[in-house]
Each structure stands twice: as C-alpha cells, then as structure tokens.
C-alpha cells in the first residue's frame, strides 16, 4: 500500500524548524549570504503522481551544484560511454574544487559532481552546440514540464568575478589536454548553470527522472536508459555530497545531490524523488537541516536503497 507521505513530512518540519540554529549561510557569493537563514521547504513526488509539499517548497533558490546531475545527464544522453574518458565516477574524498588532486591525476577529473568535473562536461557541451546554454535551458524545460526555469544574471555574474578557484582548475585541465574549448565560453556555462533558480517542487518534480528509471514522468518518454539512469544514481549516491558522501550514505541511503545554496534533493528508484531547501551549511557544504531531514524520513518511512 502507497505511503501517503504529507503527515510525514510535516511532523519533521515541525521538529526540524524550531531546532537550534547550527552551520551558516553559504558567504563567499555576495547573493547567497543575503538569503535568509530561516527558509525551509520540503517537496516530495512520487512516480504514481502524488505530490506532498510544505513550508518554503515553491519558493525559487539557487541550485547551484545540484544542476551537475541534469548537465551529466544531457552530456551523457548525446556522447554515451566516451564521456568517461574524461571524467571518472569515483567518490573524490577531498573539497570540491580541489586543485591538488586534480594536478595529481593529470587532469582527469575524480567524478562529474565535483567542480572540475562539472566543468570538463561544460566543455563537452560547448563542444556539442553552437549555443550549449540555450540546448541546456530546452533540455531542462522538456524534462520539468516547466518552461520558466532560467538562471539568476546577478548570482552567474558575482560567481565569474570571484571564480579565480575555477578558472585555476579549467587552466590546469587545459594544460594537460582535457579542455577542448575557449576556456572564457566554457566558464560563462558553468556560472548560468549553477545559477539556476528553482524550487523544491520543481527540483522533485524534474528529479522524477532518475526515480522513473529515466522516463519522463509527465508523457512517458525515454530521456535516458534505464541503465543511464543507474549508473547516474550510482555517481549521486557515491559522490553527490563530495567529502562527506560517505557519512551521507550512511545517515540516509538516497542518491542524492547538494548545492551551497541549502538545496538537497534526493531519489528512491522506483518510489520517488525529493528536495529540501534550508541554507544553513555545515563545514563541508551541505544543509544541515536538509541532512538532518532525509536522514529522518527514511527512518521513519523506511525507505532507502538499504
């Protein structure tokens, strides 16, 4: 019998919003630090249809990395296993936009989910489309349903002007052979991605794909195979929360994605897909409220992967 999930997701809001503040707001991009610090939604969908939703959940915020699942997934969609040729799929154990690492393995990218990694499927799609932004923003519209989602000029701006970390990491990649295109063209695609804006329920409702074994939810259709779709579920569950993946595995047991802009999103094949929106980080980068609600919905529902 189908979990009716709304009764459960309020009684955490409930717990989780009046808990002790801990961690803090994202500062090192002027428009992140500005959001307040008390936002919380949560949004979940179902693949039968069914949508539960409360607090902040239809209120936009920036996604940030979380939109490095949706570019791998067009990025692998068109170019199919030769894409791991130059990104890996292993959990990287160190800070997301690592330069040592990046430099000890010769530019080769430990995962897509990191920055460089996101980064170097940039580049592919420059490589793909005389207009890569524009070809992602489709892709992006036909798999939510939405043709509204676009990004925030003013947070893609202020992160290319305080990017001197990424444009270290793409001269590197460029000095071993790994950036094929104009690394100024290559970065403009990095910043307009992660400067999307969604909701929770938009991200759920878009999310549905890796739950929906990479069906479209809204007209059935096959936007990858459903052994695109694992091995994409595999990358979020072992790298989707950078040096902290494996505590996050642990605690919860969803493929998931986090964005430093308080976002979560997590998915159970077959079941459903849901996101958490509380700006609050811990050191590492994530929501700290966001951690502390999928650790207790599956819990409580018990439903992870385990």
């Not at 010769?106 to 990191?114: E, H, T, V, W």
Request: charged fraction near 20%; charge should be negative; proline fraction near 4%.
């Amino acid at each position: 019998m189908p979990i009716h999930y709304q009764p459960v997701i309020e009684d955490l809001f409930y717990t989780l919003r009046d808990m002790e503040d801990e961690g803090h707001v994202a500062q090192y991009i002027p428009e992140l630090a500005s959001v307040s610090s008390s936002k919380f939604g949560i949004h979940l969908c179902s693949v039968d249809g069914s949508e539960y939703g409360i607090g902040d959940n239809e209120e936009k915020f920036s996604v940030q990395s979380i939109v490095k699942v949706l570019s791998l997934t067009l990025a692998f969609q068109q170019v199919g296993e030769s894409l791991w040729n130059r990104v890996g799929v292993e959990p990287s154990g160190n800070p997301f936009n690592s330069l040592w690492q990046l430099e000890y393995e010769k530019g080769i990218p430990r995962n897509p989910l990191i920055n460089s990694g996101a980064i170097v499927i940039c580049d592919i799609l420059c490589s793909l489309y005389p207009d890569p932004w524009q070809a992602f923003l489709q892709f992006m519209h036909t798999i939510s349903g939405d043709d509204t989602i676009s990004s925030n000029e003013i947070v893609a701006a202020s992160e290319s002007r305080l990017g001197f970390r990424n444009a270290a990491l793409i001269n590197m990649m460029a000095s071993c052979g790994n950036i094929h295109n104009p690394i100024d063209r290559v970065l403009d695609l990095y910043y307009k991605l992660c400067s999307i804006e969604m909701s929770c329920k938009e991200l759920a409702e878009t999310y549905l794909l890796y739950a929906n074994h990479g069906r479209s939810v809204l007209n059935s259709e096959t936007i990858i195979t459903s052994s695109m779709a694992k091995r994409i579920n595999a990358i979020m569950q072992t790298c989707g929360f950078y040096d902290e993946a494996g505590e996050y595995t642990f605690k919860v047991g969803l493929p998931g994605k986090s964005g430093i802009g308080g976002g979560i999103v997590a998915v159970h094949p077959g079941q459903f897909a849901v996101a958490v929106w509380s700006p609050r980080l811990n050191k590492k980068g994530n929501s700290v409220k966001g951690l502390r609600f999928l650790e207790s919905l599956t819990t409580e529902t018990g439903y992870s992967i385990f």
